[in-house]
């Protein structure tokens, strides 16, 4: 399994690049053997937004996943395969990407329905098993549901333990208290004192998101928006934060 996780690195790595380096002429992802290769038509290229000045530093402490083994190339060594890239649809969904801990319970708690309770995953390293802790026993279908949303997030069917933790909104409490005022947060683990009615409106809102996502996304818009929203507008600040992918 450690294989295709520095796979998914390395297919995280190249689409970065892609994102924030969109000059580069790219000629696809290779393997040969331990090592990835992002093959380019040329590399003398300035970086964007940038602290260095050559592409080679920008890719290796800026963009790529620390962990993995990949370069940028011009020319390829003997024996390389290409590596098919990731559809749209898993890009979307958030297949393979690396996240922290924190982070995957945040995306695994917005892509579970509501009618399952809270949760907590951690993951054994050892065992290549992950831990599914909530304040009750899961039931199969519960449980089901659970290991297919994780393995759909990891990329490839994962195995998992059901334990009972009691005070288990504490382990998102300590995730949430740290956030900033702009960051999104599951309506299910939000501490602040909301009215019922805004709770129930966010629920309804998250809920449509994972449902309407792919339509929205990668259907025409014209097909997809109603017609009483034509007059709507929605204005993004894109000071905050980086590009992200």
């Known amino acids: 399994m450690e294989g295709k996780i520095i796979e998914n690195y390395a297919l995280y790595s190249y689409e970065r690049l892609q994102l924030l380096q969109p000059q580069l002429k790219f000629k696809g992802l290779y393997k040969q053997q331990s090592w ?3 093959l380019c038509d040329d590399l003398n290229i300035v970086p964007i937004n940038s602290t260095y000045t050559d592409m080679y530093s920008t890719f290796e402490k800026e ?3 620390a962990s993995c083994p990949i ?3 011009i020319d390829l060594p003997n024996g390389t395969q290409r590596i098919n890239e990731r559809e749209q649809k898993d890009i979307q969904n958030l297949v393979g990407s690396p996240f922290t801990l924190n982070d995957f319970n945040f995306h ?3 892509n579970l329905p509501n009618k399952i309770p809270s949760i907590w995953v951690n993951y054994d390293n050892k065992n290549d098993i992950w831990e599914i802790m909530s304040a009750y026993i899961l039931s199969g279908d519960e449980s089901d549901i659970v290991k297919e949303c994780i393995s759909n997030l990891m990329g490839y069917q994962v195995e998992i333990i059901l334990t009972q933790t009691e005070n ?3 382990e998102f409490k300590s995730v949430y208290e740290k956030f900033s005022n702009i960051s999104i ?3 299910k683990h939000s501490f602040f004192d909301f009215s019922k009615e805004l709770m129930r409106k966010w629920e ?6 994972i449902q309407n996502k792919e339509n ?3 259907n025409d818009t014209d097909d997809f928006i109603q017609q009483e929203y034509n007059h709507s507008a929605c204005f993004v600040n894109a000071s905050f934060g980086e590009t992200n992918i």
Do not use: C
Request: net charge negative.
């Open 36 to 38: 990835y290769y992002i």
């Open 63 to 65: 963009i790529k996943i």
């Open 71 to 73: 370069k940028l190339v």
């Open 108 to 110: 695994l708690s917005l």
């Open 168 to 170: 288990i909104e504490n």
């Open 185 to 187: 947060a599951v309506s």
């Open 204 to 209: 309804e809102d998250e809920e449509g998101w």
């Open 216 to 218: 929205l996304l990668w």
